[in-house]
Nanobody, 123 residues
């Protein structure tokens, strides 16, 4: 079992930046690949970014590529999402997820989820 707690969401103006954090507890963090997803009202949960458990490979959704960066600090059992050049369409609840395998791009590949943190980007 892994418990995930997101933090760092908030209200920001378009063009601004935020850094989300996801603290993991319960199992060996380094055994899990980690992902970020987001869900806006009335929309499907969307893949944002992922980072592998072993070699640090990363993957990004097309809508955030070049603006967002995922990283992990295994010593702190934490995964981060640095979000730059934010746009109003980035407004959503952002979820952290974990899988005991290679990184994935779909929500169905992940075994554990956090409660989410709201990000609101004003125009």
């Amino acid at each position: 079992q892994v418990q995930l707690v997101e933090s760092g969401g908030g209200l920001v103006q378009a063009g601004g930046s935020l850094r989300l954090s996801c603290a993991a507890s319960g199992r060996t963090f380094s055994r899990f690949s980690m992902g970020w997803f987001r869900q806006a009202p009335g929309k499907e949960r969307e893949f944002v970014a992922a980072i592998s458990r072993s070699d640090g490979r990363t993957a990004y959704g097309d809508s955030v590529k070049g603006r967002f960066t995922i990283s992990r600090g295994n010593a702190k059992n934490t995964v981060y999402l640095q979000m730059n050049s934010l746009k109003p369409e980035d407004t959503a609840v952002y979820y952290c997820a974990a899988v005991s395998g290679d990184l994935g791009r779909t929500r169905h590949e992940y075994d554990y989820w956090g409660q989410g943190t709201q990000v609101t980007v004003s125009s």
